[in-house]
């Protein structure tokens, strides 16, 4: 963030440098511009510090969930081939239901009326 701090300094060393005069009424909107721009950058570095914050505390909830999980399951690994294992495009992957697998008396239809 302190590059945007820097360009800030930089845009007000250059009004500086061509003389722009705070009365005139280019020079309150440049002024009025440069403190909108850095109440922007101010924003913008606390919501960088807030980020920063929420990371941290992301990282040690997922220590404390590893620890968990070792203590219920103890040291199991996932499979990360599983992608690999299944062909997914495979109609044999899919279970197939008759009609039969299904009761309509156990389908409850709603209506709804506007």
């Known amino acids: ?4 701090y820097e360009k800030i300094s930089y845009l007000r060393g250059l009004a500086d440098g061509l003389d722009v005069k705070s009365d005139t009424r ?3 909107l440049f002024n009025a511009l440069l403190e909108i721009i850095e109440e922007i950058a101010d924003g913008m570095s606390d919501i960088v510090e807030e980020q920063e914050e ?5 990282d040690l909830l ?6 968990v999980e070792e203590e219920l399951f ?3 690994e996932l499979e990360e081939e599983f992608d690999e294992d299944y062909d997914f495009d495979d109609d044999e ?4 239901y008759d009609d039969e697998d299904f009761d309509e008396d156990d389908i409850n239809i709603i209506d709804q009326e506007d």
């Open 26 to 28: 280019e020079g309150k």
């Open 62 to 67: 997922d220590e404390d969930l590893t620890t």
């Open 54 to 58: 929420v990371n941290e505390y992301l």
């Open 1 to 4: 963030m302190d590059f945007l």
């Open 74 to 76: 103890g040291d199991v």
């Open 93 to 96: 992957f899919y279970e197939e």
